[in-house]
Nanobody, 115 residues
């Protein structure tokens, strides 16, 4: 059974930082391109960042320069380091494979940026 479990969310003030984690089990993680997505209260789920199995990365324009996606293939872990957080970053954050597997969406982890 393939399982993706996100963690690390919380409440921070604008300008703060958080690191999200995604634990992947039941799959050959090192062979997979992985991505982070987020969904705000009034928005559709949007793509945030992608990391290829070789380590190449891509970012959405709204997070470029502030967020860093990384992976640890030995631990089957995906990370998202978020700096200079803004209120508009408030959302539930999810990880998934690329191509996206609809059956693999987890519960996500809530990030709230507010003063």
């Amino acid at each position: 059974q393939v399982l993706l479990v996100e963690s690390g969310g919380g409440s921070v003030q604008p300008g703060g930082s958080l690191t999200l984690s995604c634990a992947v089990s039941g799959s050959i993680f090192s062979d997979k391109t992985m991505a982070w997505f987020r969904q705000g209260a009034w928005n559709q789920r949007e793509w945030v960042a992608t990391i290829a199995r070789g380590g190449g990365t891509n970012y959405g324009d709204s997070v470029k320069g502030r967020f860093t996606i990384s992976r640890d293939n030995a631990k089957n872990m995906l990370y998202l380091q978020m700096n200079s957080l803004k209120p508009e970053d408030t959302a539930v954050y999810y990880c998934n494979f690329i191509p996206v597997g609809g059956q693999y969406w987890g519960q996500g982890t809530q990030v709230t940026v507010s003063s």
